[in-house]
């Protein structure tokens, strides 16, 4: 059954609807109902119908306003706009907001019942479609794990897929939003090139491009040129032949889209193998050390800042920033052992550095408030106060809550709610947060009319990718095979 709202700021509108209509023998069932535009906006927020019959006039926020914010938030609402004034710049400006279809009052019940009938066949549609994609990112995910081996001939050949030229790359892209060609289609020669391409993310697009870089060396900027106007940051593996595995030129084009994090001023990064710093890092972390062990925090903080300053000059590409930040957190176990300080801080991969910080200073900002945290200090908040904490993250685990919004929004410094919640709950506020999403989406997946991407999204994940691996990771299986069971 497909979920529907009603709203209407005459209540004997909303009940004439709902009365009018056979909703089940259609195929829809109704949810709720609405009076205003906001508290309407409230129950779409909540209960993400799959259709909304909506006034538009209403107080609050009118028929296009909620249009505009079901639009805004993402949603895959779709709205049948109702409305008094026949003026045709009122429907044209509902169907430019994305509007499924504009009815006039008084509603006829065969028009209504029309538009209903269209609109579930395209939501029906979507559901293959949908659970078709799932079944490709599944298998898809499995082939691109980093430890997988298997190789560009193995894989192509088991697709049938014939290549011409000798030379292939994987270009990753993110787009603003979810307006972005299809995936899983294989396109033929042009001008030289061949590609694969693959949805791999809630607003990322992967190609496997087949060219020959020796005849045609201007190939690969054609082809963005050409097919990637759009992207609002590109990642670029190294060349691979026959024999390289699929992973590892996916993996080099993921970790160049991730590099953007360091280098907001590029829009397109190419891999290249990691030169080595490690020897400058050493100097200066072996400084750094030093000081934490003669108990000089203001050179401690000092000397994060040249490191912090010397990452952004030399445009280090994330995995080199990952190693980096490893071995300082390596340095921070070693001077600084649970029972002294609970604080947060974690062994990371390029990945989940990506999507925990959102530039290189504010992970260099957390990194100096690990090493300012005085050892062994007591907390000094209050019960009721804790117990206010731990009800937000509860109530707001599935919103992208980063530890600084948590620290802004109770006046608490970031070191004294990360160490809050590894004392209450045993658990760093990012390993909470996880568990609470992935037993949310492991109670989600027994209901097989959501799909899995709509789990991911009610779990407060964006990615399918990230929260397949997460997912893995934390039960061991995919969440398909989960579904399966």
Known sequence: ??????????????????????????????????????????????????????????????????LEQIRFHDLRSNVIMISGYSEFEYAQKALRFG???????????????????????????????????????????EIFESDENMKLRNFLSSRGIDCDYPHFRFISCLYQDSSFPDAGETQPAFSGIRYLRFRTGQNKVSFLINYDELKYPTGLLDFISNHLSDARCIGISGIGVYSTPVAKLYQ????????????????????????????????????????????????????????????????????QLCALYNQIVLLSYKYYSSTDADYEIEYMNYDQLFRQYRSVEELFGKLKAIFRQQTGEELHISNEMVKKIIEYIDANFTEDIMLVDLSKKFHITVGYVSALMKKETGKTYMEYVMNKRLNLAKELLQDTSLSIQEIVERAGYRDYFHFNKIFKKYFGITPGKFRKL
């Open 99 to 141: 509007a499924f279809d504009y009815l006039l009052k008084q509603i006829d019940k065969d028009k209504l019942t029309d538009a209903l009938e269209r609109l579930k066949a395209t939501l029906e549609e979507k559901q293959k479609v949908q659970k078709g994609l799932e079944l490709l990112l599944d298998d898809l995910f």
């Open 1 to 66: 059954m497909f979920t529907v709202l009603i709203a209407d700021d005459e209540p004997w509108v909303v009940y004439r609807i709902r009365e009018m209509i056979e909703w089940e023998r259609l195929g829809f069932t109704v949810i709720g109902e609405a009076h205003n535009g906001l508290s309407a906006l409230e129950i779409i927020l909540e209960k993400k119908p799959d259709v909304v019959i909506s006034d538009i006039r209403m107080p609050g926020l009118n028929g296009i306003e909620l």
């Open 252 to 319: 080099e084009s993921d970790i160049a889209l991730c590099s953007f994090f360091t280098r907001l001023e590029s829009r397109i990064i190419e891999y290249k193998q990691a030169a080595d710093h490690a020897s400058a890092w050493m100097g200066t972390i072996l400084q750094i050390e030093v000081a934490v062990k003669e108990q000089k925090p203001e050179q401690v903080n000092r000397l994060l800042d040249e490191l912090c300053a010397e990452c952004k000059e030399r445009s280090m590409q994330i995995d």
